[in-house]
């Protein structure tokens, strides 16, 4: 199928992110190889995008698609690495996977229609990059004391303990996301707090105990941030991942102007 | 980087890029499209690439098992 080119009736655009009207189109590979990556300009704005067949990015077929994971994590690495390259030139805003228009005028009709409010998200985003930082903490070994318990009493004063010790870490934890959400906010221009990710979905035997990402202008003062906040902060390995294109940092929603 | 650990930062770069990819970045409303990837089809994609992931970790384990 990779094979045949691009049938007319059944193209529709993929738009990848948008930047600065001036800016080159990426070189990257696109969603779909048989096409290229542009740059669509309409006023102050550029539209990333590229050609995608629709029996594959239809509304009809895509949740079949979506449930294949070889697809999924080719066209989300296709997806990231077009903005990465436009992210290494400078601002940009990047597009929730699978956004598709039916053609290139609705594409630009969309561009020219919400001009002013791309500007702002690219002004805002201009010169700072977003970064991951995630905090784990070796987890809790203990428990188990209540079910080797051997009388009703001993059971019940098992359970409570181990119950407090459960707040205990909860708040402790708590305590340690806080400190570290302000002291890394302090060196960067925004940050937000994301869900925790469970170990299966983190791949890491230590628990994670805070997940943040922080739109950034000087790496180097954030990295001194990261360095004195992994000293200070007992019991906590730091893992910093980015630099992304500011997908927290946009805005969520761009409905008409 | 060992093999396997560099095996893992792959998967855990995966994780946080579907992460961003599939939940972030601009959805535009307002105009026809063909297909934004609504917030059903995200968790629905998203399931799939963590099932996979979990599957490819089991199977590293498995190798590093059966080698040792």
């Not at chain 1, 001993?154 to 340690?176: M, W």
Request: proline share 4%; charged share 30%; hydrophobic share 45%.
């Amino acid at each position: 199928m990779a094979a045949l080119p691009l049938r007319e009736d059944d193209v529709g655009w993929y738009l990848y992110g948008v930047v600065a009207n001036g800016a080159d189109a990426p070189s990257a590979a696109p969603v779909d190889p048989r096409s290229e990556v542009v740059l669509l300009v309409e006023g102050p704005v550029g539209g990333i995008a590229s050609r995608v067949s629709l029996e594959e990015f239809d509304e009809a077929v895509l949740p079949e698609r979506l449930a294949d994971a070889e697809w999924l994590e080719q066209k989300i690495r296709a997806h990231e690495q077009v903005l990465e390259e436009a992210l290494a030139r400078g601002a940009v805003v990047p597009c929730r996977f699978c956004t598709v228009y039916r053609d290139e005028e609705e594409l630009r009709r969309f561009l020219a229609g919400r001009a002013d409010a791309l500007a702002a998200a690219l002004a805002r985003v201009e010169g700072r990059v977003e970064l991951g930082v995630k905090a784990f903490a070796a987890r809790a070994g203990r428990g188990g004391e209540a079910a080797q318990a051997q009388s009703g009493r001993a059971y019940l004063e098992a359970r409570r303990r181990e119950q407090q010790e459960r707040e205990e870490l909860a708040r402790s934890r708590a305590d340690v996301a806080a400190r570290l959400h302000e002291r890394l906010l302090a060196e960067a221009h925004d940050g937000v707090l994301l869900d925790l990710q469970s170990r299966d979905v983190s791949g890491r035997d230590a628990e994670m105990v805070f997940n943040g990402a922080y739109l950034v202008a000087d790496r180097g003062r954030f990295d001194e941030a990261l360095t004195a906040a992994e000293r200070d902060v007992d019991g906590v390995e730091l893992e910093l991942t980015g630099p992304w294109p500011p997908y927290n940092f946009v805005p969520e929603e761009l409905g008409r102007t | 980087m060992s093999p396997d650990r560099q095996a893992l930062q792959h998967e855990v770069t995966l994780i946080e890029l579907v992460d961003r990819v599939l939940n972030k970045g601009v959805v535009l409303s307002g105009d026809i499209m063909l297909s934004v990837a609504g917030v059903d089809l995200v968790y629905v994609g998203l399931r799939v690439l963590l099932a996979s992931v979990a599957t490819l970790e089991e199977q590293k384990q498995r190798a590093v098992e059966g080698a040792a």
